[in-house]
């Protein structure tokens, strides 16, 4: 009598997990595209706010830009548009000395696919552009690194980290909002 009552038990239970996780994983399907994984940043050189926007369920993400600490995302705001991939990567060059200009540096051709431009004139430049980098040796590797008195920023790893360049070196910017 024991072995039915573990039986029948048994044959009620696995089906309620079952459901269960499915209920679960409905819920998260439908929970997920309203959830946004954003991270902002002040560049003080620049006088600007950056934010990074990872809408889940889209192949795409996006980095916006901003005088004003409040925005969001919209066709009134300046924004790239990229593509989500780990292996994208590309920079931002600032000049203080002409605060309404971004440069866009995408050295592999491909992580940006759309500009929105509004307030600022976004503009595409290639690293090796010589007026705006220049090659130096760092680490044993050449590298080319923004000349003064731009500000250079990396954004990589699928909008997860950005750097900043000071002094030819990197350093990893924290968001304003954590």
Same mark, same amino acid.
């Given at each position: 009598?024991? !072995? #039915?009552?573990?039986?029948?038990l &048994?044959?009620?239970?696995?089906? @309620?997990? +079952?459901?269960?996780?499915?209920?679960?994983? /409905?819920?998260?399907?439908?929970?997920?595209?309203?959830?946004?994984?954003?991270?902002?940043?002040?560049?003080?050189?620049a006088?600007?706010?950056i934010?990074?926007?990872?809408p889940?369920?889209?192949?795409y993400?996006y980095?916006?830009?901003? !005088? #004003?600490?409040?925005?969001?995302? &919209?066709?009134?705001?300046?924004? @790239?548009? +990229?593509?989500?991939?780990?292996?994208?990567? /590309?920079?931002?060059?600032?000049?203080?000395?002409?605060?309404?200009?971004?440069?866009?540096?995408?050295?592999?051709?491909?992580?940006v696919?759309?500009?929105?431009?509004?307030?600022?004139?976004?503009?595409?430049?290639?690293?090796?552009?010589?007026?705006?980098?220049?090659?130096?040796?760092?680490?044993?590797?050449?590298?080319?690194?923004?000349k003064?008195?731009n500000?250079?920023?990396?954004?990589?790893?699928y909008?997860?980290?950005?750097?900043?360049?000071?002094?030819?070196?990197?350093?990893e910017?924290?968001?304003?909002?954590?």
């Amino acid at each position: 009598m024991n !072995k #039915d009552r573990k039986l029948a038990l &048994s044959l009620v239970l696995l089906p @309620l997990t +079952v459901l269960g996780v499915i209920g679960i994983a /409905f819920i998260y399907v439908l929970i997920a595209p309203f959830m946004e994984e954003d991270k902002q940043y002040y560049v003080a050189e620049a006088e600007m706010y950056i934010k990074l926007v990872r809408p889940p369920m889209d192949k795409y993400g996006y980095v916006l830009f901003s !005088k #004003d600490s409040i925005f969001s995302l &919209s066709d009134k705001v300046d924004y @790239l548009k +990229v593509h989500k991939s780990d292996v994208s990567s /590309f920079g931002l060059l600032m000049n203080p000395n002409q605060l309404n200009e971004i440069i866009v540096v995408d050295q592999r051709g491909w992580s940006v696919v759309f500009i929105n431009q509004v307030k600022y004139k976004i503009i595409r430049r290639s690293h090796e552009d010589t007026l705006l980098f220049e090659k130096k040796e760092i680490g044993g590797a050449d590298a080319h690194v923004a000349k003064y008195p731009n500000t250079s920023i990396t954004i990589d790893g699928y909008l997860r980290t950005v750097y900043m360049e000071s002094n030819d070196h990197l350093h990893e910017m924290n968001p304003i909002n954590e």
